[in-house]
Structure formats: structure tokens, C-alpha cells
């Protein structure tokens, strides 16, 4: 049994090493048998064996990656809303603004902060565009850093920004640099850490939906705090708040809250 166990730990490593994914910090006998059962599906006998495909083959990494990491998101996710954060949100507030300080929050496998950065590149240059993107998972924060993601993630990517914006290579897509370059990916815990103020923009989408009403309250306030004056909420489509101004917001549009 011990081979098995060097084998596996091998295998962590491995991975770790390429992806910056730390297979560790999973419970260890679930996470072996899901790979177990992943490696022998497709035909190897040993995580050595497997590794070595993974190593030479990048659409399989990214599917077992994307096994892991449990990834639900998706670019441009409910594409109306983000026709609004573009064409009506974004217009108001840039008039002001040349350099709005956006943040990510809870950003996942990072298709939601880089779709944020192509929706700022419609108005301002790239190199005027920050966003700051965080999650408590570093393991989603080192996926979301290869930037790699399959076809499916890209349903909802209008054609030109697809063109403009990702590069296709073995069925695979990746984004490009210039975009990579905007972001800004930090750990966070959105409940225990404190949260830097001032933000112009604060998009945090589908993930309320997992928490208690009693830290939704104290997350709307910690977000109406983080917001300057003005200042937009844009929350996911299953994530109304209910009584806005008591948390000191009113409705600009669904699903998008401006601090008053």
C-alpha cells in the first residue's frame, strides 16, 4: 500500500508544481477515489502513468482541473445583465471616472473578472483597467491564473470579443495576456477579513445564494461600506435584496444597487 501512497503523493506534487493547484488541501481518501476511478476510466494503471499524459496533453489537464475545482461559472453568465452593467452602469459612472476601482468578489475560476475587464475595454484602455479579484479558495485562484478554460465556459461571449480576446489552441481557450494583466487575484474570506473601501464597482454574482439570511445582512453591509458614494452593487440573478435601503442602497436597475 505504501507504493500506492508515494504514488499518490508524487502525483500531488506533480500537479502542484504545474498548476500551482495544491491537490493536498482535499480530503485525502475521497480525493483518491475519485482519481483512482478518473485514471482507470481512461485506461491508466498508476497516478505516475496518468501524470505523464497530463503532462503532455493540456485539453486533459484542464478537464481534470476543471474536475476538481468544481467550476460553475462561466464568461459573460446571463448576458443581459451584463448588456446593463455596459451599456447603462458603466456609461453613468465613467463619465466621472477615468479609473474605477472594481473588485470581484468571490470570482471563482476567474471568468467573472476577466469578462469584467472586456466589458471596462469597450470605454477605457486597457492599461486604465484594474480589477481586483478575490476568493477564499486558492486553488480556484491558481485555476483561474492559467486562464484555460473549454468551449463550454464561452456559451454567452458575444463573437467579437472572442476574436478580440482569446486565443483557440486545441480546443482549448485561453486568455489573452492583456487581459490577464488587469486582474488582480488575492485570497479572501468575505465573512471574517475586513474590506478595503472606496470601490466603485463591486460585482458579486451566485454565490450569496450559499450563505445564511444572517450573513447576507452582514455582507450587504459590509459591501454598502466598501462602496463609495454612488457606488454600484451588481448581485446574481437568483440574489434580489429585498429591503435595499436598509443597507443604504437604492435599485438602479434588477439585480444592480447603488449606495446613496
Known amino acids: 500500500m505504501?507504493?500506492?501512497r508515494d504514488d499518490y503523493s508524487q502525483f500531488i506534487e506533480h500537479i502542484k508544481r504545474k498548476t500551482g493547484i495544491d491537490l493536498a488541501l482535499y480530503k485525502e481518501g475521497q480525493m483518491k477515489r475519485r482519481l483512482t476511478s478518473l485514471y482507470e476510466k481512461k485506461g491508466y494503471k498508476s497516478f505516475n502513468e496518468y501524470y505523464q499524459m497530463l503532462d503532455k496533453n493540456e485539453e486533459e489537464l484542464i478537464e481534470f482541473l476543471d474536475r476538481m475545482t468544481i467550476n460553475v461559472s462561466e464568461f459573460y453568465r446571463n448576458y443581459k445583465r451584463w448588456e446593463i452593467l455596459e451599456k447603462?452602469?458603466?456609461v453613468e459612472m465613467l463619465k466621472e471616472n477615468k479609473h474605477p476601482k472594481v473588485w470581484s468578489a468571490a470570482c471563482s475560476t476567474g471568468e467573472e473578472p476577466y469578462t469584467?475587464?472586456?466589458v471596462l475595454s469597450?470605454?477605457?484602455?486597457?492599461?486604465?483597467?484594474?480589477?481586483?479579484?478575490?476568493d477564499i479558495?486558492?486553488?480556484v485562484i491558481a485555476r483561474a491564473k492559467?486562464?484555460?478554460?473549454q468551449e463550454r465556459s464561452l456559451q454567452e461571449v458575444p463573437v467579437g470579443i472572442k476574436r478580440k480576446f482569446f486565443k483557440e489552441q486545441d480546443g482549448l481557450y485561453k486568455v489573452s495576456e492583456e487581459i490577464k494583466n488587469t486582474v488582480n487575484f488575492k485570497k479572501q474570506n468575505?465573512?471574517?477579513?475586513?474590506?478595503?473601501?472606496?470601490h466603485d464597482l463591486i460585482v458579486c454574482r451566485n454565490v450569496l445564494i450559499y450563505f445564511t439570511e444572517e450573513a447576507k445582512e452582514q455582507l450587504y453591509h459590509?459591501?454598502?461600506n466598501a462602496l463609495k458614494k454612488g457606488g454600484v452593487l451588481f448581485v446574481g440573478s437568483t440574489e434580489q435584496i429585498f429591503q435595499p435601503g436598509k443597507y443604504g442602497f437604492e435599485v438602479v436597475d434588477t439585480f444592480f444597487y447603488r449606495k446613496v
Open 88 to 90: 447603462k452602469i458603466l
Open 146 to 149: 492559467l486562464a484555460t478554460y
Open 222 to 224: 459590509k459591501f454598502s
Open 137 to 139: 479558495d486558492s486553488n
Open 116 to 118: 469584467l475587464s472586456m
Open 190 to 198: 468575505l465573512l471574517a477579513d475586513r474590506f478595503e473601501q472606496g
Open 2 to 4: 505504501n507504493g500506492m
Open 122 to 134: 469597450s470605454y477605457l484602455p486597457l492599461n486604465n483597467i484594474q480589477v481586483k479579484a478575490t
